[in-house]
């Protein structure tokens, strides 16, 4: 099945630009989607398709997609951006729906 | 707002049986595909089963084909998991969630605050 490979972690001062990477083969066929899960809390979707926002999510998180690279790039990060973040794409696999194994950010 | 309600979980025996159920309101549910997304305590996501808006197609994870059974009641607004044969690895938090759309595209923009099924002697 397809695999999607985040960092464990990354951290960023506050202010600064976190860039989280999500690696699958040829993944820039393919659309790909950010949940934002804090302590506790269930997932949040932050982009779909790639780089589309859903309705109040700040412009301050974008995506992109290309090659066998996806990136979340959340600009101006904020204490309360502190999350783990998920990458998920639809394959035509047996496994339909892929979820990456997850990067925690940490704000410095 | 979109409100979707888990119940049905609680602590169950290996090789025992038990069926979630999620309620939703506050958008046409028969517009929309639902899933089931599940995450293990410490863990990541992962995706269960799904069905689109009108039953018409379902999905499965490897890891629960066989085993699990997703329905929904449009008349209801529900959503419902049947879990049989368990394990000690079906333990976790088990999310309801909408789909964007009526197909299942499996893009997830409301989830409920999930079930926690535990399944130990």
């Known amino acids: 099945s397809y695999v999607l490979t985040q960092p464990p972690s990354v951290s960023v001062a506050p202010g600064k630009t976190a860039r989280i990477t999500c690696g699958g083969n040829n993944i820039g066929s393919k659309s790909v989607h950010w949940y934002q899960q804090k302590p506790g809390q269930a997932p949040v979707l932050v982009i779909y398709y790639d780089s589309d926002r859903p309705s109040g999510i700040p412009e301050r998180f974008s995506g992109s997609n290309s090659g066998n690279t996806a990136t979340l790039t959340i600009s101006r990060v904020e204490a309360g951006d502190e999350a783990d973040y998920y990458c998920q794409v639809w394959d035509s696999s047996s496994d339909p729906v892929v979820f990456g194994g997850g990067t925690k950010l940490t704000v410095l | 707002e979109v409100q979707l309600v888990e119940s049905g979980g609680g602590l169950v025996q290996p090789g025992r049986s038990l069926r979630l159920s999620c309620a939703a309101s506050g958008f046409t549910f028969d517009d929309y595909a639902m899933h089931w997304v599940r995450q293990a305590p410490g863990k990541g996501l992962e995706w269960v089963s799904g069905i689109s808006w009108n039953s018409g197609s379902i999905g499965y994870a490897d890891s629960v084909k066989g085993r699990f059974t997703i329905s929904r009641d449009n008349a209801k607004n529900s959503l419902y998991l049947q879990m049989n044969s368990l394990r000690a690895e079906d333990t976790a938090l088990y999310y309801c969630?909408?789909?964007?759309?009526?197909?299942?595209?499996?893009?997830?923009?409301?989830w409920g605050q999930g079930t926690l099924v535990t399944v130990s002697s």
């Open positions: 969630a909408k789909d964007m759309r009526p197909g299942t595209t499996g893009i997830f923009d409301y």
